[in-house]
């Protein structure tokens, strides 16, 4: 989903009129009329500064973050474009357009009603569906569904490396993280702008939801669970949830245990800071952060192995 498509949204949901949306930037002191909001969500002018993204979340409920990240994007080089679209979920965005057209399908709204048919053969639905099918089939692949030739390019910019005439097996998620440690590496600076500083964690943090995600969807499936239904509970959480509630309960694992725990949630909380592009952060923090994400990971991995999960 592209910004506009993506402030739509927020908007739709939020209820809010464009009017009632300027007033209230505007008791904030941020100047937007309802012309420029409109064309804002429409695509009709280039995506709004980061701070009137951060101030439009709040006023929706929407998510500053992503909406920060679409507006990145868009901005962003051809070329680099490319890349970005590996780094965004299209299934978590594919389910987005469903709850756009049917406003209360994350939260169950139609389930029973007379709409259920209607939403299950909507475009928007079909779509969602076809994509989902996608991740399922790939999650229960061997070997976690190693990239693609055309993935690791992508990605690294780079032939893959060979071995005895075979590409190199590597999972999606190990290939978001490693790419991360690269962007550290290759920065010459001990301090890492605000930019590649998200770049790096949002990497780093997709890995491990990449990961979850794989964990949580298996188990569901495997217990007979119909699939809209599996990835509509998957989308619905967060992080921490996923992290503190189901890893319990599909893999018998209380990560918050760990050692590393307390670290990890608080990086989590970076996620909700907004971006500053004057801010430098240092190589080792974000370093850090890569180790912390990386640890969680081998630690789920572990426990996955022990069980004979996968």
Known sequence: MNYADLLRC??????????????????QGIAATKPYLSKLQNGK??????????????????DAKKLQWASFVEKAP???????????????????????KFPGFLEGKYKGSNLTKE???????????????????????????????????????????????????????????????????????????DVTFFNVYTEAFHALELRLDQIIANSIIRNGAEPE??????????????????????LGYDITAESFYTDLVNIIKLRKQPANPLAKTEKKTAENIINIIENAIKAINLKVNENGFE
């Open 229 to 250: 239904w599996a990835t509509e509970y998957i989308e619905g959480l967060s992080l921490r949830e996923k992290l503190e509630s189901d890893l319990k309960i599909h």
């Open 78 to 100: 051809e070329d680099v474009k490319r890349f970005f679209t590996l780094v965004e979920n299209p299934l978590m965005f594919s389910l987005l357009k469903v709850e756009e």
């Open 45 to 62: 002018t280039p995506p709004a500064s980061d701070k009137l993204n951060q101030a439009l979340a709040e006023i929706t409920d929407g």
């Open 10 to 27: 927020y908007i739709k949901k939020s209820r809010l009129t464009l009017d009632e949306i300027s007033l209230k930037l505007r008791q």
């Open 119 to 193: 939403i299950m053969y909507s475009e928007e639905f079909k779509q969602f569906y076809d994509l989902f099918g996608a991740f399922i089939e790939g999650i229960e692949k061997e070997n976690q569904n190693p990239i693609s030739k055309e993935e690791y390019e992508e990605i690294y910019k780079e032939e893959p490396p060979l071995e005895k005439g075979k590409v190199i097996q590597i999972n999606l998620y190990e290939a978001y993280l490693d790419h991360a440690k690269k962007t550290i590496n290759k920065t010459p600076d001990q301090l890492l702008d």
